[in-house]
């Protein structure tokens, strides 16, 4: 998309320039439009689960940039001659009832043949145009909150070798199908500075798309980080997906690891997520705020994981 022109529009408020969530486009003086679409393939063998999942996933775009899901359209592809649709109603099934959950209509969509399974949606979420929540408005002295534990990327890839422990696997789904709802309403009650959510570049690499966009940098406690118990002893094994290795080779170009920082956790800082929580920068005397309201609405994996600093500027410190 970087070689595609760039033609200014001043109704477009976040368009493919930056590299934040979902695109915002000014309708009125007091209402905005904000689009995405996200399709993953499956990571998990029940259907009903694998279509919550994805449609958590979809939506979690709009919460990050702090507006409101109102409609949505399926997008699916499967092998026809191979799998029954009646698996694919399952998955469908699975998407409409968390989209409901979300207050989310869905309205439509698109199936085509496909040698592979995909299944995801495009989301359309309303916002104040005032009110939108970028990835570039993070200042130092801010405290940086993550609402979701890591390690999905790690499990998933276990699940298809058959080394995540069962209780693991109930875990991850419990996670990746919650909802970022409840924790963008705490964002919004409060008051933020920035706002992205984490999936496939992993904690570290969506964490320095903020600092680099707001001009900043950050420092990450490695020990606050929420990781799943378990992930480590996976990442031990060996078991974690590509992603995270090359995700953890860009991180090394903007990351000063402290030397008391383990080989495992810093691939776990690294490790894709698909339905992450939401990294969230808000000004410190507001963190407490933040985190009650967050308990408020049961977001039980908030954590606090370090700061925002004014420099190095794209950089991120992690210590033990
Ligand atoms: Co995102
Ligand atoms: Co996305
Ligand atoms: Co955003």
Same mark, same amino acid.
């Given at each position: 998309?970087?070689?595609?022109p ?7 408020l976040?368009?493919?320039e ?9 309708l ?8 995405t679409?996200?399709?993953?393939t499956?990571i998990?063998?029940?259907p ?5 999942i ?8 709009i919460?990050?940039m702090g ?5 949505a359209?399926?997008?699916?592809g499967?092998p ?23 207050g ?5 969509g ?5 040698p592979?399974l ?9 916002v104040?145009?005032?009110?939108v ?5 993070a200042?130092?002295?801010d405290?940086l909150?993550l ?11 276990g ?5 995540? *422990?069962?209780e693991? =696997?109930?875990?991850?789904? !419990?996670? @990746?199908?919650?909802?970022?709802k409840?924790? $963008? ?33 950050a420092?990450?406690?490695?020990s606050?980080?929420?990781?799943l ?17 090359s ?7 903007f ?7 383990p ?19 808000v *000004?410190?005397?507001? =963190?407490?705020?933040l985190? !009650?309201? @967050?308990?408020?609405r049961g977001?039980k994996? $908030?954590?606090?994981?370090?700061e ?9 410190y992690?210590?033990?």
């Amino acid at each position: 998309m970087q070689q595609l022109p760039k033609i200014p529009n001043p109704k477009v408020l976040v368009g493919i320039e930056t590299s934040d969530d979902a695109g915002v486009y000014q309708l009125s003086d007091d209402l905005a439009i904000v689009q995405t679409l996200d399709f993953i393939t499956p990571i998990v063998d029940d259907p009903y689960a694998f279509g919550a999942i994805a449609a958590a996933n979809a939506v979690s775009d709009i919460y990050a940039m702090g507006a409101t899901p109102v409609t949505a359209l399926n997008i699916v592809g499967y092998p026809a001659a191979q799998i029954d649709a009646s698996l694919v109603a399952q998955i469908l099934q699975g998407g409409y009832d968390k989209l409901a959950e979300a207050g989310v209509a869905v309205i439509g969509g698109h199936t085509v043949d496909n040698p592979a399974l995909i299944y995801g949606l495009t989301v359309t979420g309303i916002v104040h145009p005032q009110k939108v929540v970028t990835n570039s408005g993070a200042k130092p002295g801010d405290f940086l909150v993550l609402t979701k534990p890591i390690g999905i990327g790690a499990i998933n890839h276990g699940i298809k070798q058959d080394k995540t *422990p069962p209780e693991l =696997v109930s875990t991850a789904i !419990e996670v @990746m199908t919650t909802l970022n709802k409840a924790a $963008a309403e705490a964002m919004l009650e409060v008051g933020v500075n920035a706002c992205t959510d984490v999936t496939g570049f992993g904690l570290l690499g969506h964490l320095h798309e903020v600092v680099a966009a707001s001009g900043v940098g950050a420092k990450v406690s490695a020990s606050e980080v929420p990781i799943l118990d378990g992930v480590l002893d996976l990442i031990e094994q060996k078991i974690f997906p590509g992603g995270a290795r090359s995700n953890k080779r860009f991180a090394d170009s903007f990351t000063h690891w402290h030397e008391d920082v383990p080989e495992t956790v810093r691939i776990a800082l690294c490790d894709p997520q698909t339905s992450g929580g939401l990294l969230v920068s808000v *000004p410190k005397e507001k =963190v407490d705020s933040l985190m !009650e309201a @967050m308990q408020k609405r049961g977001v039980k994996w $908030a954590a606090i994981i370090g700061e925002i600093v004014a420099e190095p500027i794209g950089e991120v410190y992690v210590e033990p």
